[in-house]
């Protein structure tokens, strides 16, 4: 994907190092009202690129074509999503996916999650956005959160978007 969107040596290191990642480990619990919850409401990702080992129990889902369509589980098999910090800087080229969790009646589910994050402070330069820093990124989500109780996303950083 560097090589794709011609991203110098320097740049993918700022992108995407090896050091700015978290690994999450999730257990989501039964729930015989499956269809009144959600395990985890529809998001996107801050990451750069997200890797999900999920079990054989099933519940991812991602928005696709206006619909939501189930991840199955493939055994030995890893999902990649690509997350807002990837769209900002594919020029929207690549989008971030939108996705969710459903709750499963008879079983619990394990899913070993990692993020990779750019460095905090690396410059994201991109035609579609203003400049930001990760780090200012990180601090805007978490404050409309706070504000409005939804993340707003890259929609705030958007040249010619004044919402
Ligand atoms: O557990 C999963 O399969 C996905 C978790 C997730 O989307 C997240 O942590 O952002
Ligand atoms: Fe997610």
Same mark, same amino acid.
């Given at each position: 994907?560097?090589?794709? #969107? /011609?991203?110098?040596?320097? #740049?993918?290191?700022?992108?995407?190092? %090896?050091?700015?990642?978290?690994?999450?480990?999730?257990?989501?619990?039964?729930?015989?009202?499956?269809?009144?919850? !959600?395990?985890?409401?529809?998001?996107? +990702?801050?990451?750069?690129?997200?890797?999900?080992?999920? +079990?054989? *129990?099933?519940?991812?889902? $991602?928005?696709?074509?206006?619909?939501? &369509?189930? *991840?199955?589980?493939?055994?030995?098999? #890893? @999902? *990649?999503? =690509?997350? +807002?910090?990837?769209?900002?800087?594919?020029?929207?080229?690549? /989008? &971030? $996916?939108?996705?969710?969790?459903? *709750?499963?009646?008879?079983? %619990?589910?394990?899913? =070993?999650?990692?993020?990779? !994050?750019?460095? %905090?402070?690396?410059? @994201?330069?991109? &035609?579609?956005?203003?400049?930001?820093?990760?780090?200012?990124?990180? %601090?805007?989500?978490?404050?409309? @959160?706070?504000?409005?109780?939804?993340?707003?996303? =890259?929609?705030? !950083?958007?040249?010619?978007?004044?919402?």
């Amino acid at each position: 994907m560097a090589a794709d #969107l /011609k991203l110098d040596a320097g #740049l993918s290191a700022s992108y995407l190092n %090896e050091h700015d990642g978290t690994f999450r480990i999730y257990r989501y619990p039964k729930c015989a009202r499956a269809d009144d919850y !959600f395990a985890m409401e529809a998001h996107t +990702d801050s990451s750069v690129l997200s890797i999900v080992n999920q +079990d054989d *129990v099933g519940g991812l889902q $991602v928005l696709r074509g206006g619909g939501w &369509s189930c *991840v199955e589980p493939i055994a030995d098999t #890893l @999902i *990649v999503n =690509l997350g +807002d910090i990837m769209q900002a800087i594919s020029d929207d080229q690549y /989008k &971030s $996916v939108e996705h969710r969790v459903r *709750v499963n009646r008879s079983k %619990e589910r394990i899913s =070993l999650c990692y993020f990779g !994050f750019p460095m %905090e402070d690396g410059v @994201i330069s991109s &035609s579609r956005y203003r400049e930001f820093t990760y780090r200012e990124f990180k %601090e805007q989500v978490q404050e409309d @959160i706070k504000l409005s109780g939804a993340k707003v996303g =890259l929609r705030r !950083f958007r040249v010619n978007d004044e919402s």
